[in-house]
């Protein structure tokens, strides 16, 4: 692919204004501003990228793992403003996420531990992960907001903050959850994911690029519900004070 071709191949946000523009959405700013960020920040981390892999050191690659957990926490926490602590939440439940992922794939010996292997792992865990957490956010800030009531009258009734909000949690996990059961379902006959299509382009044998798939589909899938039942957990307690009282 030739810079030219790639430069057209913005047409296509083009036409994402015009639809958003013409249908009133209002999405025209994000748009712009998201195709913007996406290309300095990949340009970006190109750099960053060739000098970690040429450097080949730890203490880096830790440090890069962890800038990028923090950043996908403060994506996140903005699905959830209003809870109490959420960055923190948003932080752990990722970190979390990706320290059991990682540890298991390296445990096993999947992967090794060299930029070049766990910084796109990571990358896709991450993502994946981010992406979960802020439907667990919103999620419960809707169905609390929503289903006040429900939950108070529980309370009456002598349920502590947890058992009042145990329904909640599940629906808030299940909705979380399901993209990526989805996703699942149609690999293969749907859709070819990023990974094995790029490792088929590289001129990597079909089957192996397939062996790298499976072992990734099954890591998100650990990574997001790993992040889903901490965030849900860790999160609802937010909207209680010490007394168990809804707030």
């Known amino acids: 692919m030739n810079d030219l071709s790639l430069a057209m191949t913005f047409s296509l946000v083009l036409l994402a204004l015009f639809l958003s523009q013409k249908n009133k959405i209002g999405l025209e700013k994000e748009l712009v501003v998201g195709s ?6 990949l340009t970006l981390i190109g750099f960053v990228l060739t000098y970690v892999f040429n450097l080949n050191n730890y203490a880096l690659t830790t440090l890069l793992l962890v800038l990028m957990v923090y950043n996908a926490a403060t994506v996140a ?12 939440i948003a932080f752990t439940a990722l970190l979390a996420s ?13 992967i090794h531990y060299q930029p070049s292997e766990v910084i796109p792992i ?20 809707d169905k609390f ?8 009258i529980k309370l009456c009734l002598g349920a502590n903050a947890k058992e009042s909000s145990v329904a909640i949690i599940r629906e808030t ?8 059961v989805d996703s699942m ?5 749907v859709q070819l994911p990023g990974m094995m299509t790029g490792l088929i382009l590289a001129g990597l044998s079909p089957m192996i690029a397939i062996k790298y798939q499976i072992m990734v589909t099954f890591m998100i899938t650990g990574a997001v519900a790993i992040t889903t039942f ?16 809804l707030q």
Not at 185 to 189: D, F, M, N, P, V
């Open 185 to 189: 379902k149609t690999l293969g006959i």
């Open 98 to 110: 990706l320290v059991i992922t990682l540890g298991t794939l390296l445990f096993f010996g999947a």
């Open 145 to 152: 907001q929503h289903r006040r009531d429900e939950v108070e």
């Open 173 to 180: 996990i299940r909705t979380a959850m399901l993209p990526n």
């Open 77 to 88: 926490a903005k699905r959830g403003q209003g809870i109490d602590h959420i960055l923190r």
């Open 230 to 245: 901490s965030a849900s957990y860790w999160a609802y307690k937010s909207f209680f004070n010490e007394l168990e009282q």
């Open 36 to 41: 913007i960020r996406a290309v300095v920040q």
């Open 122 to 141: 990571s990358g896709m865990v991450v993502g994946n992960s981010m992406v979960a957490a802020g439907l667990v956010f919103n999620s419960l800030r």
